[in-house]
């Protein structure tokens, strides 16, 4: 029994025909809708399982290729994140079998295939993927790593990607001394489509490595969405899932976690550095000319058209990079513009870990690199408006 999968997000895929394999089906996969149509003529599949919203050719042009030019009669299941019932009805009406909806998961997605085609003699129940969830959007997310032998919480990632298949992560290591690179290397192990490492020779500091980090994943077309994350996990995956969310289902283009205290929300810090905290918000909103509560917040996402504008160039300070990716959205949007853009969004659990790398003495140091960065983003840029300005007048007084 043969199935043809076409879905221009590879990550989505991997799942699927690693499953559908093992099951004993015969499956051949394509991210390009028209390179699936020609597979369509060459594989003569029992089953295409297709989505709906794809560049160039879309889904929907698929199905009218096999049910109106081929008439064929093959089974055809949709697995789509369009909701939209307008192209549900039009689906059924070119005469496709099924039509699911992400996110689903690929327990449901086997059944279903199962059910159209019967299921093949040989199969192995020991599958990987066991509770995977196909999501609707792919997600890359940066982990910037620096002597982290001792506080990666490898478990925890491989469960969150073993059931979230939507997400590629992409750990940086900027340049450990420690064995860092060797548990990272453990921790790609059987893992591969799902998880990168990023290996910087040297030490460049968090601010390097996350830039770096998002500039790499830029690269992958299939992401809608890349973001940062503390390798700690101070702020856990399924808090950065909901940040997905809400950047998925928004008009948003960077959506912040925030570590304000609130009822329900397990969120703790030590006394000293609520203090700081504190002063520091109360700047940095006044250099941003946002209400922003926690720009500091080391979980953060955003829509990839947005990663040029926030991470081409180099940041001018070690701990406060998040300030000036704002400061850069807000130059190149303006102000109000960019208000409607970013949102804060609480996190339900943020813990301080120990063996954090911030240390108090490096919190008042920040205060200065502010003064620093008000400099760069502000001051200087109105003395250069005020020199173009100067001589837009001597000109006109000349002429």
């Known amino acids: 029994m043969k199935v043809l999968a076409i879905d221009d997000q590879r990550l ?16 051949k996969t394509e991210t390009c809708a028209l390179r699936g149509i020609k597979l369509f003529d060459s594989f003569s599949p029992d089953l295409v399982i297709v989505d709906m919203n794809m560049p160039k050719i879309s889904g929907m042009e ?33 005469g496709i079998n099924d039509y699911m909806k992400k996110p689903l998961s690929l327990n449901e997605v086997c059944a279903r295939v199962k059910r159209l085609i019967g299921t093949p003699k040989e199969s192995d129940t020991n599958y990987e993927y066991k509770n995977s969830i196909i999501q609707q959007r792919c997600v890359g997310v940066v982990i910037p790593c620096y002597n982290e032998e001792e506080r990666l919480l490898s478990n925890e990632f491989t469960k969150f990607i073993d059931k979230n298949s939507g997400y590629l992560l992409c750990f940086v290591n900027d340049g450990s001394t420690d064995n860092t690179l060797d548990v990272l290397s453990k921790l790609r192990e059987g893992r591969e489509d799902f998880i990168r490492i990023f290996d910087c020779k040297k030490n460049g500091g968090k601010a390097e490595a996350v830039r770096l980090g998002m500039l790499h994943l830029e690269k992958y077309k299939d992401l809608d969405y890349i973001g940062f994350l503390d ?42 550095r609520q203090l700081i905290s504190w002063v520091i918000n109360f700047i940095i909103r006044n250099i941003l000319s946002m209400n922003f509560k926690d720009t500091q917040c080391g979980a953060k996402i955003f829509h990839r058209d947005i990663i040029k504008i926030a991470f081409q160039k180099k940041f001018i300070t070690k701990w406060l990079f998040d300030v000036e990716i704002f400061l850069r959205v807000k130059k190149y949007f303006k102000l109000e513009k960019a208000k409607t853009m ?16 911030l240390s108090m003495k490096d919190s008042l140091r920040i205060i200065g690199q502010l003064a620093q960065i008000y400099w760069k983003y502000n001051m200087k840029d109105l003395k250069k408006a005020k020199r173009v300005s100067s001589f837009s007048l001597s000109m006109k007084s000349t002429f």
């Open 342 to 357: 970013m949102c804060e969004k609480p996190l339900k659990r943020w813990i301080h870990a120990d063996g954090s790398k």
């Open 62 to 94: 698929v199905i009218h290729y096999i049910r109106n030019f081929k008439k064929s009669e093959v089974p055809i299941m949709v697995l789509s994140g369009n909701t939209d019932d307008d192209v549900i009805t039009q689906g059924f009406d070119l």
């Open 12 to 27: 989505v895929l991997i799942p699927l025909e690693n499953r559908l394999k093992k099951l004993g089906y015969n499956v």
């Open 231 to 272: 390798a700690d996990l101070s702020t856990d995956l399924s808090d950065f899932d909901a940040l997905v969310s809400t950047i998925e289902d928004s008009q948003f283009k960077i959506v912040s976690g925030s570590r304000i205290t609130r009822m329900g929300a397990n969120i703790t810090k030590g006394a000293a």
